[in-house]
């Protein structure tokens, strides 16, 4: 991995929840020092240039590093012929994601790390949608994460790809009381202004994505995640899905099995998930004990490592990344300016 921050030490922590799938071969930090934390706190090996971990020979490198920083670094490992997963996004705008592209594009060799549809409640979304059960998706609205995290459910469930996007965004300001944020609790919280904002992804064909974030909602223990996905023959709505039968109308939920509930002995953490009664997820990290989006990160990583060693497809290559971060930057230009914002033909696509 490139970079020593907390999201590297993701990274770190699923490796040592299943030292038997994931092995970090090496961390490169900016200091001397800073590699001697890493080593002490992970004990892992840390080094302080690129060269140094590619002579390590990793299957493929994180780059785990700021904004601004992302596509430099990048270019590095493609120039040295390394396989990349950088993190999200892989650079900061539209300008710098046209020659990232430019620059590294065609070399095949660059992934993005983007998790969300790998997440267990997600993944069981995706595959009762992909059977059938409320026909063809025609909208998704997602209040749970933001811009190009958000842009990614959104196609991804709608099955949209690279089509051209008209995005409509606005901005609403109203106090809201905040009591968790990345650094932690808050000494006692007071109603603050919190700004949400609404866009529409107008994908033509009747497809469309409606996008709804309020500001540290991904910490704010008092706002619920909702996510709605409309088909031709009915709708999931979170965990409840309803559509037409042959019987009429009928709601299933799609139901959880975590073990660590009351009496249950066989450790804290989802093991299954199941529509109809048949199993449509299975947690492919039983007996990790890791949360929901640890597994999401955990299985993206596997699926680079079966990608590098040309064993699978390539599960969020760089275009997709390019494409998702240019809807979500309309999203925030389309708010800043009232205007609608078109994303067609970039040259990625």
Known sequence: MVGSGWRSEFHVRM?????????????????????????????????TSIDEVLALAPEFVVAAVSWPAMPGVVRELV??????????????????????????????????????????????????????????????????????????????????DMADAVVN??????????????????????????????????????????????ENQWWNPLLARRIVIRGSLGEIVDD??????????????????????????????????????RVVYRNPWVGTRLSEDDIAVASHLVAVGRWARGEGEAPYPLAQACQDHALGLAIEESARTGADVRVSKEEWI
């Open 15 to 47: 490796a040592q929840a299943a030292p038997d799938r994931l092995q970090v071969v090496g961390v490169v930090a900016q200091t001397a020092a800073e590699a001697q934390r890493i080593t002490d706190r992970w004990g892992v090996r840390a080094v």
């Open 79 to 160: 120039a040295a012929g390394a396989k990349v997963m950088a993190e999200t996004p892989p650079a900061p705008d539209l300008v710098e994601l046209r020659s990232l592209w430019s620059d590294v594009g065609a070399s095949g060799l660059v992934q993005v790390g983007e998790q969300y549809m790998l997440m267990p409640g997600h993944a069981s979304r995706q595959a009762v949608l992909q059977a059938g059960v409320i026909g063809t998706a025609s909208s998704v609205e997602i209040a749970s994460t933001h811009l190009y995290h958000a842009v990614s459910l959104i196609r991804g469930f709608l099955g949209v």
């Open 169 to 214: 965004a606005r901005t609403f300001v109203a106090p809201l009381v905040d009591p968790l944020t990345f650094d932690g609790w808050v000494t006692d919280p007071q109603p603050k202004p919190a700004t949400t904002t609404i866009g529409t992804l107008d994908f033509g064909d009747g497809r469309m994505g409606l996008y709804d974030f309020v």
């Open 240 to 277: 409840t899905v309803t559509r037409l039968t042959p019987e009429g109308p009928i709601t299933s939920p799609i139901v959880y099995r975590r073990t660590g509930v009351d009496m249950n002995l066989e450790g804290n953490e989802v093991v299954h998930t199941s529509f109809d009664g």
